[in-house]
């Protein structure tokens, strides 16, 4: 019997999840039969780093309204919720966990055997083959052969910091997302979390909720920490900008104005921007781009990614009592006192100090050094695939698909999610990857199907 034509997945959290959930409806919906396998390093299939939370008040940090994992149905979340028996509103934010068991049922949802076929892999992908066909090789060996890859790496794990922490020996959380990461960090010693943003924030809604004693201190060199969402939430805002080829000046001109005109309120300006991010950022010029990266980029994050009103009331209510302690600085050395202590070296508001704490955590957030991760740097070296402009990840064609060293497309090798960083900017939350799922599954059907023109070895 001939085989179904087959799509790999590589990488299988949200952006893999929603990319198979995307392809196997598409394919039903043709009457296309369909293999999609969909590989994972961690086996936290449709989890991911955000959603593989057990923490129930880790909550999303977008209304429920945003977050339906079909493209096209903006309601299912909710009705998804409601039909199992909770009280949901559009304007909720949902537990993540919750987020992640719906994701999962979506995708096993999305199956109709034997047609549309979804085989879950766990195992690391270190290779890609596409001389002959194109298979994917697995650490351990075994090898996938498909008609069409979709790489869905996710983030890079944060930045490695080894001079400084070469001291905190198995006290440092390296990568918080971690399976378990968080539990075992939880026995009531002070941590130190290198970084502002949400990963801290979630570090210290875990630990003052399992030792309401402990104490979280979180360093960085701006001390900014994401903003709260109002509520209820402002109509976006449009923000005329001026065509033509576009400076960092002129955004930040536009922007300031929109604001002034709305007495200062800078919510609805900048949820009325987030949709026009992509283009905006394909106006920008590689050296445009970089400044942006490098002198706007963390405010736009803070802005942007903000927090639910209940979240941000729960860190108000740590730093007010102190559990929860904010300094703006920088690490300098860490040592390993005792068994259970670390005593580290910073710099604090220009003012050297010493903290003993039981642990130190990385939450400088995603890493983009795609030469640390083997699978990337692979293509790359092979010339399969080449960094973007500003090297935060690959440089894909507007169809997604892979180019080469010499800017070639790849007629079978797509990428999504937060891999294409450089290249589109806005590509890390659902909505934006919600849509490149869709809008890549009829490609990937295509792929699939058409003939490879060179005959597959034997295995
Ligand atoms: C804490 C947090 C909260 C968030 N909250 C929201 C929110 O409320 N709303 C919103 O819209 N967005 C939110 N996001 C953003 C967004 O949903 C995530 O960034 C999204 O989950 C990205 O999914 P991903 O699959 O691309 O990456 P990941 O979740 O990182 O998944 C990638 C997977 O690929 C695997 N992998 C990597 N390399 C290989 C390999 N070589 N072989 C096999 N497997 C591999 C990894 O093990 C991993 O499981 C949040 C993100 C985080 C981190």
């Known amino acids: ?69 079909l493209d ?118 002070p941590v130190l979390v290198l970084g502002t943003g949400l990963t801290m924030v979630d570090v210290a809604v875990t630990v003052s909720r399992t ?52 007495g200062g309120d800078w919510h609805g300006v900048v949820d009325g921007l987030r949709p026009q991010a992509q283009a905006l950022w394909a106006r920008l010029t590689p050296d445009e781009r970089r400044r942006f990266l490098r002198l706007v980029a963390r405010y736009w994050e803070v802005h942007r ?19 929860l302690r904010v300094l703006r600085g920088s690490l300098v050395q860490a040592a390993t006192v005792a068994p259970d202590r670390l005593r580290l070296g910073v710099e604090v508001e220009g003012v050297a100090r010493e903290l003993d704490v039981g642990w130190l955590v990385n939450a400088t957030g995603p890493g983009s050094r795609t030469v640390d991760d083997p699978l990337l740097s692979g293509l790359v070296a092979a010339g399969t695939a080449r960094p973007d402009a500003v090297r935060l990840g690959l440089d894909v064609d507007p169809r997604g698909a892979l180019l080469d060293a010499d800017g070639h497309p790849n007629a079978r090798i797509f990428a999504l999610g937060p891999l294409l960083r450089g290249s589109l900017y806005e590509t890390t939350a659902v909505p934006e ?12 059907v295509e792929a699939a199907t058409s003939p490879v023109l060179v005959s597959r070895p034997s295995p």
């Open 1 to 69: 019997m001939p085989r179904s034509p087959s799509v790999a997945i590589v990488g299988g959290g949200a952006s893999g999840a929603l990319a198979a959930i995307h392809l196997l409806r598409h394919a039903r919906a043709r009457a296309t039969p369909m293999e999609v396998i969909l590989i994972d390093r961690d086996g936290r299939h449709a989890l991911g780093q955000a959603y593989s939370t057990t923490d129930p008040h880790h909550l999303l940090n977008t209304t429920a309204d945003k977050m339906s994992a």
């Open 72 to 189: 096209g149905d903006h309601g299912h979340l909710v009705r998804w919720a409601r039909d199992h028996g909770l009280e949901v509103d559009g304007s909720d934010y949902l537990p993540r966990p919750l987020y992640g068991r719906y994701l999962r049922e979506v995708l096993a949802a999305a199956e109709r055997p034997p047609a549309q076929v979804l085989r879950r892999v766990t195992g690391t992908v270190t290779a890609l083959d596409h001389r002959h066909g194109v298979s994917v090789r697995l650490g351990d060996g075994r090898r996938v052969d498909a008609d069409a890859i979709v790489l869905a790496l996710g983030n890079r794990p944060p930045a490695a910091l080894p001079r400084v922490v070469a001291g905190a020996g198995s006290r440092y959380v390296a990568d918080p997302w971690r399976t378990d990461a968080l539990t075992r960090i939880c026995d009531g010693a």
């Open 211 to 262: 030792h309401p004693d402990a104490v979280v201190y979180a360093l960085s060199r701006h001390a900014l920490l994401p903003r709260p969402h109002p509520h209820p939430l402002p109509l976006p805002v449009p923000t005329p900008i001026p065509p033509g080829p576009l400076k960092v000046a002129d955004l930040l001109r536009a922007v300031r104005l929109a604001v002034r005109s709305r």
């Open 305 to 323: 990614h903000r927090i639910p009103p209940a979240t941000a009331a729960r860190v108000a209510d740590l730093r007010a009592s102190g559990r």
């Open 433 to 444: 990857i919600r849509a490149q799922a869709a809008a890549l599954a009829p490609r990937l």
